[in-house]
């Protein structure tokens, strides 16, 4: 018989899902459990077997894929299909929990999540969400009304039985140091000048085209000028099909896995409003010019986007005014005024949560069942 868990992990296929259930999880162990009684179950589909194979915890792939919003036929055909592979894999889960007779299972939200918090429901085990948008996904609106609690990144997101403990970031954003010699160093690293203003812009690890369109726009009205300068993060399907060329005052790269260093040497950043990245953003205590993905379920971006905005840590550009006029107009203002700038990161870090991944960890311990003490180490 399998190792009896203290928690499954449901969910995962991007980045988004995992990082905050990573860091959970790595928060569970700080307060003293096994890694051994930590199992993810995710997808086979998505990023999860790669991120998952060298992390302590053990995992569990199902499979199925996410449902497409679209009422085209070829859309409703693989949704069929989707549905079916989303019961098949809600079958699968409930003999994984069964077996692992687990204290609570954790849903981390997308559709990954849904078949082992689905078995989780049927088999009377505890229910908590973790939910970092503003707005919930579908998965998380739907396993809601019977989780017992939700622990939400932001004030007012519409869950029942919501905590707010924060977005949980990876422990390296926790570490960003954007004193003066922090951001000399960091740009040091990445092989920007020491001194005068730099502005970040990215949009996720494939990229985004409005922003990457703008923004070398942007470096072309910039040249020759004795301004700013860019360091451009472009992502890996823009960057392979037109690489930008590097050129004074202007560095693009296909990815940077060092968003750290990009955090402590960045004046203002410009990017999407990914739940990830507004959190890390907060947490850093980063100036930022936000564009939301426009099409997001729920206009999730928005949201996001508008907590940093309402705190004045933000300026938000929706995506069709996102142009090379637009930015150099904003960014203009921004750094013409440090003052400002200074105080937009003050109100970033005000919002942000350092300790969001102890306080989801110490819901997800809340409301376990309290009978079962297994997979915490001894002191």
């Known amino acids: 018989m399998s190792e009896r868990r203290f928690a499954l992990v ?10 905050p259930a990573l860091a959970v999880a790595d928060a569970l162990v700080a307060r003293g459990h096994r890694p051994s009684t930590i199992e993810f179950v995710g997808s086979r589909r998505g990023q999860d ?22 009422l085209t036929p070829r859309a409703l055909a693989r949704n069929a299909g989707a549905l079916a592979g989303i019961v098949w894999a809600t079958v699968r889960a409930v003999v994984v929990v069964a077996s692992r007779r687990p ?60 905590v707010v403990t924060g977005t949980p970031v990876r422990p390296a954003i926790l570490g960003v140091d954007r004193s003066a010699d ?41 040249d020759g ?6 360091y451009h993060v472009v992502g890996r399907r823009d960057f392979a099909a ?20 990009v955090y ?3 004046d203002v950043v410009v990017c999407r409003a990914g739940a990830m990245t507004v959190a890390e953003l907060a947490v850093a205590g980063v100036p930022a010019v936000l ?13 996001n986007a508008r907590v940093l905005e309402r705190a004045g840590a933000a300026v938000v550009v929706p995506d069709r005014s996102c142009t090379a006029e637009e930015l150099d107009r904003i960014l203009a203002e921004l750094i013409g005024d440090p003052g400002r700038l200074a105080a937009m990161g003050a109100a970033a870090r005000s919002v942000g949560r350092p300790d969001a991944a102890d306080a989801g960890a110490q819901v997800v311990e809340r409301f376990a069942r309290p009978d079962r003490a297994h997979g915490v180490a001894a002191a």
């Open 264 to 266: 402590a040497a960045a």
């Open 10 to 19: 449901a969910g995962g296929g991007t980045a988004g899902h995992l990082q």
């Open 182 to 222: 922090g951001r000399v160093a960091a740009r040091r690293a990445l092989g920007l000048p020491a001194s005068g203003a730099v502005v970040a812009a990215f949009g996720g690890s494939l990229g985004a085209r409005s922003i990457n369109q703008a923004v070398v726009s942007l470096a072309t009205r910039w």
């Open 225 to 230: 000028r004795d301004g700013p300068c860019i």
């Open 103 to 162: 204290s609570v299972v954790v849903s981390v939200g997308g559709y990954a999540a849904v078949p082992a918090s689905v078995a989780a429901v049927l088999l009377r085990v505890p229910l908590v969400l973790v939910n970092v948008d503003a707005v919930p996904g579908a998965a998380n609106r739907l396993l809601g009304r019977f989780a017992r609690a939700a622990a939400v990144g932001w004030e007012g997101t519409p869950l029942p039985r919501g």
């Open 49 to 70: 077997r790669r991120v998952l194979a060298g992390r302590p915890y053990p995992f569990t792939l199902l499979p199925g894929r996410g449902v497409q919003r679209s």
């Open 291 to 303: 564009v939301p993905l426009p099409g997001a379920p729920g206009d999730h971006q928005t949201a």
């Open 242 to 261: 037109s690489p930008p060329h590097p050129r004074p005052g202007y560095l693009p790269v296909a990815y940077e896995e060092r968003m750290e260093l």
